[in-house]
């Protein structure tokens, strides 16, 4: 062997080692189960991070919430335990506060309103203090609305009131059903269709993929269309491990991720619409909302008092109120 063949022979020894040693091999958390859009969508992402990144970055996703509850599994990418998730951004308020300005009751006029919120000024200052605290928000998913469902139709908020309402766990939502009189009960996902089953809750809130996906729809008959939610997910990635790669390699991680995030709207827009399809033609019965006026009336206590507790969050709420 000649001296350069030599050479080249070590270079290409040495490049494949340090390769090896800088490929990275993540976990990724994800609470639904397959015929779930953010499942495809997960899916897709390992798909999408492999080929942007050469292998650089590959993913292990687990589905249907193995790797833990989603407080859980939010604490664990904090401290880099996981490395990934698909997080909604409910139980993501109590770890930062600035990611509760999507938790407030009726914030957003739209999903499309949401969308805008996100990507303006509001949305980075959410963004930044979710990086902060070791949760950095790659890109944001559709979660559609949240309405009320339960065994009975809901028109106004008296018809919530003595109700026991299972709701995820963030303080702004235990006062939202105490507002409307209801009761509210904190409780993992996992637990909710059992808790529905055997009337240790009267209802709860969520989409139509997520109610129709873990089966809460076999033991509600109502599904009130409130709306009183709009919260958006993210693919959330440990923000130690994420700094840690290369510009290159970052700026591939988050391509993926933000086409990823195209791929699961575009999956969402479908699959809301024929969740909604399937449960009606599996009897729940769909009603429209009148007037949500006395919802949205309900919830200034809600306001006042949030807004008191956190003065700082202020501005961040009149400047998501204050956009287009
Ligand atoms: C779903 C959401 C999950 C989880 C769940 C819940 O819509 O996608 O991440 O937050 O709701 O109600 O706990």
Redesign the pocket.
Known sequence: MTFAKALFAATTALTLVASAASAENWRAWN??NDG?P?TAAMDKFAELIDTATGGEVTLDVFHGGVLGS?PDALEQVRIGAIEIG???L??IGPMVKEANLVSLPFIFKSVPHMFRVLEGEAGQTVAAAMGEAGILPLAWFD?GA?SFYSQKPINTPDDVAGLKI?V?NNDLYTSMISAMGGNPSPM??SE?QQALKTGVVDG????F??FKNVGHYEVTTHYSLSEHLI?P?CICVNTEKFNALSAEMQEAVRGAAQEAALFQREQWAIGSEQARKDVEAAGIAVNEIADKGPFQAAMDSVYADYLAANPDMKALVEMAQATE
């Open positions: 609470i639904h779930h953010n989603q698909n997080f909604n409910g139980p979660a949240r299972r995820m993992a996902f909710v709860a809130e969520n989409n993929p997520s919260i997910e």
